[in-house]
């Protein structure tokens, strides 16, 4: 399993990036697909994902601002962020996990085996 970001940087407050995760070595398809992130000092977050039928889910402090997306042909997920806070400031982190069941496990970072090495978003202005 192979989980590549990219498109991380700085935004000043009220900005947009869009984070993209590049995947292979699995069946993408048939994995959930999240983001979790880790800001300076404080342990992880896990911030959205997709479900391996494509059902999206939102941690409240990004619902309404964050969208999730995945594209299966391409093996890609990405994440658009828009009105983004300082306290969106962390290492964003690609992670993907299957299951034969689904759960709230998705929520869980502890429940996610395979890693990518992360991309830095800072905002500020």
């Known amino acids: 399993v192979q989980l590549v970001e990219s498109g991380g940087g700085l935004a000043q407050p009220g900005g947009s990036l869009r984070l993209s995760c590049a995947a292979s070595g699995f069946t993408f398809s048939t994995y959930v697909m999240s983001w979790v992130r880790q800001a300076p000092g404080k342990g992880l977050e896990w911030v959205s994902c997709s479900s391996s039928d494509g059902t999206s889910y939102y941690g409240d402090s990004v619902k309404g601002r964050f969208t999730i997306s995945r594209d299966n042909a391409k093996n890609t997920v990405h994440l658009q962020m828009n009105s983004l806070k300082p306290e969106d400031t962390a290492v964003y982190y690609c992670?993907?996990?299957?299951?034969?069941?689904?759960?709230?496990?998705?929520?869980?970072?502890?429940?996610?085996?395979?890693w990518g090495q992360g991309t830095q978003v800072t905002v500020s202005s």
């Open positions: 992670a993907a996990e299957f299951r034969r069941y689904s759960s709230s496990w998705y929520f869980d970072p502890n429940e996610y085996d395979n």
